[in-house]
């Protein structure tokens, strides 16, 4: 009797106890759910810099484990991980695009290779780096000769990246006030690095060991890991005979962040918009 | 054990000249006091602890492809081990939103990889030798205990089932929302994250679990909360590591109840429980070793099922 009885006060206090932890997860799916509505609103569009290969951002916030792999991989430490003050993205990876831009260093986008769960997508760089060889091999056995087939497709393969669009401000920009640039970017005291398009060298330097002598300042065009399909420095004459110049941004910019990471002016004259695509930005 | 709903007779208890006090001429008080100050496996179990950890601080920070990632998702020499209670979670979400297709394969490697090992080694093994809130909390418990001792606090206990409500609480709340929403609040994942990449002030919703551990009630977050030991528990039940029990050797002094982190899992210490003469802990059972080091008589003991058969 006595043990029959223990077991019922067993059982109401497991039945109340139940209540408790489910009333605590209700409570706790609300607030996540307010917290998402209320961020969307709040940031209007709005996101982090993912690194590359990130799929779209609603999936991504499910799909990243917070492991960190692609933290570690990254060899020019460009991927970090979120606070909590990011909210419901704590955890997940992230680039500060002014602090150390991914400049492709790694030559194989190793953070979305790395990544067990897919949230960084390597599969449509892999396509695209096949595809590339292929579209060589079509011009015949002559032309397979002269490349480097690694080469080609590690050019394909950083050209199908898309985090963001780069965005020039115009009222700040060196170049369309006709000012050069002669010096060192960033201070001596940048930390971060890259890897000069000048040099042929896969390795990247630290961009406070870097000078630049330029009449009219086109950092962002010359370092762009892209080259000329992602911006170019265009040259208009004006009706009354002076010229002036302005860097456009073009179709090809993946929104890797070199430019904005060399932009000399403080802040940055041109500014990466996370996640946007190129047609969103320039409409 | 009751797993089946089977319930044998407990065997006849143990005559007094049959104690292993008894056999050995030594007074009870004596015989218990043997090894008293061996700490053989939790020395070792901590040291493994804070090696695995260290690990991954050290492949980090130097840059070494050892064990890299976090505990929530890692890369051991190459070969990638993923905590199981994320994976379902993530597949939970998957289902809803079609993106299964997506997954690696290296998703699936180390999915089953950290299953399959942690189904040999068996219970929550897990917890007691790689978590790193679990030594925290072994130092809260110890707090706690000294606390209720002095009589400044009262014990708490709840129902150990309440895991596996947050178990499916969870997976049903990371269906509904659309996001890893206890790896959030995970506290191993935190301090992991922490230790590797630098702390964050998300560290303080850990102190507060802690805290709550050492005020209200023993061991809370481990034995009522955390589905990945749910998770560890469900995988682990029928491994051929365990800790055995030799009734002959037992001299019911009851010291391994006393240290065990999962005390009902040594329920056939008590005399006249135990139903066979040898007993195999169950999958609650984090294989911290504090059993096997107490033990005067050296009852309890690590062992491969099985294999102690055939040598």
């Known amino acids: ?283 | 054990m009751k797993l089946f709903g089977k319930k044998s007779e407990p065997l006849p208890p143990k005559k007094n000249e049959d104690m292993p006090h008894s056999k050995l001429g030594m007074p009870y008080k004596d015989w218990m006091g043997l090894n008293e100050n061996r700490h053989k496996w939790r020395n070792r179990r901590w040291a493994f602890l804070i090696f695995i950890n260290l690990l991954f601080v050290v492949s980090f920070a130097l840059d070494l492809s050892l064990l890299e990632g976090s505990l929530s998702g890692s890369r051991l020499l190459g070969f990638y081990l993923l905590d199981p209670y994320n994976s379902f979670q993530l597949l939970a979400i998957s289902v809803r939103t079609e993106y299964l297709p997506y997954l690696t394969m290296n998703f699936v490697i180390g999915f089953f990889t950290i299953v399959i090992f942690y189904a040999i080694m068996g219970g929550r093994s897990f917890c007691s030798w790689v978590c790193p809130y679990h030594f925290l909390a072994e130092w809260a418990e110890k707090l706690h205990d000294y606390l209720v001792k002095k009589k400044k606090i009262k014990e708490h206990s709840f129902q150990r089932g309440l895991r596996y409500v947050f178990w499916a609480g969870f997976i049903i709340l990371a269906f509904a929302t659309e996001r890893l929403v206890f790896e959030t609040l995970n506290p191993v994942g935190i301090l992991s994250r922490a230790m590797i990449y630098g702390p964050g002030l998300i560290l303080l919703w850990v102190l507060v679990i802690i805290a709550f551990e050492i005020v209200y009630s023993k061991r809370f977050w481990c034995r009522y909360v955390c589905p990945i030991g749910a998770t560890w528990s469900i995988i682990g039940n029928i491994s051929p590591v365990a800790v055995k029990f030799e009734l002959d050797k037992c001299g019911h002094c009851r010291k391994c109840q006393d240290v065990c982190l999962v005390p009902h899992e040594l329920w056939f210490v008590t005399r006249g429980k135990a139903t066979q003469e040898k007993h195999y802990v169950g999958s609650d059972c984090t294989r911290c070793g504090y059993c096997v080091d107490v033990c005067p008589g050296d009852a309890l003991n690590f062992t491969v099922k099985g294999l102690d058969k055939i040598l």
């Open chain 1, 1 to 283: 009797m006595a043990k029959e009885n223990k077991t019922n006060i067993n059982r109401r206090q497991f039945l109340k106890s139940t209540a408790v932890a489910t009333a605590s997860m209700v409570a706790i799916g609300a607030g996540v759910s307010f917290i998402q509505k209320y961020k969307h609103d709040e940031n209007d569009g709005k996101q982090l810099l993912r690194p590359p290969g990130a799929i779209e951002e609603d999936a991504f916030l499910y799909a990243c484990i917070k492991c960190g792999l692609c933290v570690q991989i990254c060899p020019i430490h460009a991927i970090k991980l979120a606070g909590i003050n990011e909210n419901l993205s704590y955890g997940t990876p992230y680039i500060n695009a002014r602090e150390q831009a991914c400049d492709f260093s790694c030559d194989s986008i190793q953070c979305a290779e790395t990544c067990p769960t897919a949230a960084l997508y390597f599969v449509q760089f892999k396509e695209a780096g096949l595809k590339a060889i292929e579209e060589v091999q079509k011009q015949g056995p002559e032309a397979l000769k002269n490349i480097n087939p690694f080469k080609v497709q590690v050019v394909a393969m950083k050209k199908v990246t898309r985090i963001g669009v780069a965005k020039l401000n115009e009222k700040t920009c060196l170049s369309v006030k006709g000012k050069g640039f002669s010096g060192t970017p960033r201070g001596k005291d940048f930390k971060g690095v890259l890897r000069p398009q000048s040099k042929e060298s896969r390795k990247a330097y630290p961009l406070r060991e870097q000078n630049y002598e330029r009449e009219i300042c086109d950092l962002c065009v010359t370092e762009c890991p892209i080259g000329e399909e992602a911006i170019k420095l265009e040259k208009n004459v004006n009706a009354d005979g002076t010229v002036s110049y302005k860097p456009k941004v073009l179709e090809g910019c993946t929104g890797c962040g070199v430019c904005e990471m060399i932009c000399p002016t403080e802040p940055a004259s041109i500014v990466i918009e996370a996640g946007k695509k190129y047609e969103e930005v320039y409409s």
